[in-house]
């Protein structure tokens, strides 16, 4: 666990000290956008709105792939892989201590953007009272974003190994995000209308229906988990 952390410190100070997006500068934006110009343009209903926790649990994904694709591509450009894979941290740290590092800077950005969110709104409408995000919407939030930042870090990692650039890993991550967010609307499309019928009239409650999207998930982040530790070969890595 120690050398996790370290791992993912050292990840930490290599992004906080990144020019452009992916940097200071990009996280004082992104914090600036979600949590003071959309909230501003949005007003109550930021935080009000039903559909509020599946708009943000895509917040911590699209934060994670923003850092992820560097994870090893990053490491082989500069010329530093070599040395990390010869340091006595074990496999597991190296690899958890990348995606760890991903997944907290996803989950502090995404929360600072949220508090300040709820600060401008009950700073820009004090006279309609104070508005908070429910328990049930925060917990959502935090279970849908944890689990798909995780996916997205599990499957930025396996692309990252094997990939030759940054730009090479971030477009084929990108390419992987479309396919994952289309892929279950059109799975649901070509459903037989048989198939469709029941479906619709299963009369599941939307808490049902999150459970079961959350159960599905969990299996998955699992899965994908498993195949990076398995794919994550140092003498392979230096080969590339």
Not at 28 to 48: D, E, S, Y
Request: a positive charge; glycine letters at 10%; one cysteine or more.
């Amino acid at each position: 666990m120690t050398d996790a952390v370290a791992v993912a410190r050292k990840e930490w100070l290599e992004l906080l000290g990144t020019p452009g997006w992916q940097g200071k500068q990009g996280i004082i934006l992104f914090v600036l956008a979600f949590g003071v110009v959309l909230p501003l343009m949005n007003g109550p209903t930021w935080i009000t709105s039903p559909t509020i926790a599946i708009t943000w649990s895509w917040v911590p994904m699209f934060l994670v792939a923003t850092v992820i694709s560097d994870a090893f591509a990053g490491e082989r450009e500069r010329h530093t892989l070599e040395t990390l894979l010869a340091t006595r941290l074990s496999d597991s740290a190296i690899l958890f201590g990348k995606i760890g590092a991903a997944i907290a800077y996803s989950g502090a950005v995404t929360a600072v953007s949220l508090i300040l969110g709820v600060v401008t709104v009950n700073l820009a409408h004090r006279q309609d009272g104070l508005v908070l995000y429910s328990l049930g919407v925060v917990t959502l939030i935090c279970l849908l974003g944890l689990l798909g930042a995780l996916l997205v870090a599990a499957i930025g990692v396996l692309i990252s190994l094997r990939s030759a650039t940054v730009r090479q890993a971030q477009q084929t991550l990108s390419g992987a995000i479309v396919v994952l967010a289309a892929g279950p609307i059109l799975l649901v499309r070509f459903l037989p209308a048989g198939w469709q019928h029941r479906l619709a009239s299963s009369g599941l409650s939307g808490e049902q229906v999150a459970l079961l999207g959350m159960t599905l998930l969990v299996a998955i982040d699992a899965g994908a988990l498993t195949m990076v530790r398995a794919r994550f070969r140092r003498g392979r890595l230096i080969a590339v």
